[in-house]
Nanobody, 123 residues
């Protein structure tokens, strides 16, 4: 059974940085790719970034390119999202998700989800 647990959210001022973590247990073929999504109040859940476990290859949404970086630590079974130059529009609940294919960006491509962690960016 795959379990994903996010941590690292919080309140930060615009221009600041945060690092989110996603601890992965029960890795299987379903965790071939690990992604980050976010959902702001009243909006649909949107793709942010994805990383392929085996190679570390990544893919990003245009809105975060150059500001966010996703990495993985195989020894710790943990995926990270480093968020720099944060903007108020980055405010959302951030979710970690696992998929058996890479790269995929739709929510329905992902089989497992974490509980989410709140990121709030003040102006």
């Amino acid at each position: 059974q795959v379990q994903l647990v996010e941590s690292g959210g919080g309140l930060v001022q615009a221009g600041g940085s945060l690092r989110l973590s996603c601890a992965v247990s029960g890795r299987t073929a379903s965790t071939y790719a690990m992604a980050w999504f976010r959902q702001a109040p009243g909006k649909d859940r949107e793709f942010v970034a994805v990383i392929k476990w085996s190679s570390g290859r990544t893919h990003y949404a245009d809105s975060v390119k150059g500001r966010f970086t996703t990495t993985r630590d195989n020894a710790k079974n943990t995926v990270y999202l480093q968020m720099n130059s944060l903007k108020p529009e980055d405010t959302a609940v951030y979710y970690c998700a696992a998929a058996p294919r890479f790269p995929v960006v739709r929510t329905y491509d992902y089989d497992y989800w974490g509980q989410g962690t709140q990121v709030t960016v003040s102006s």
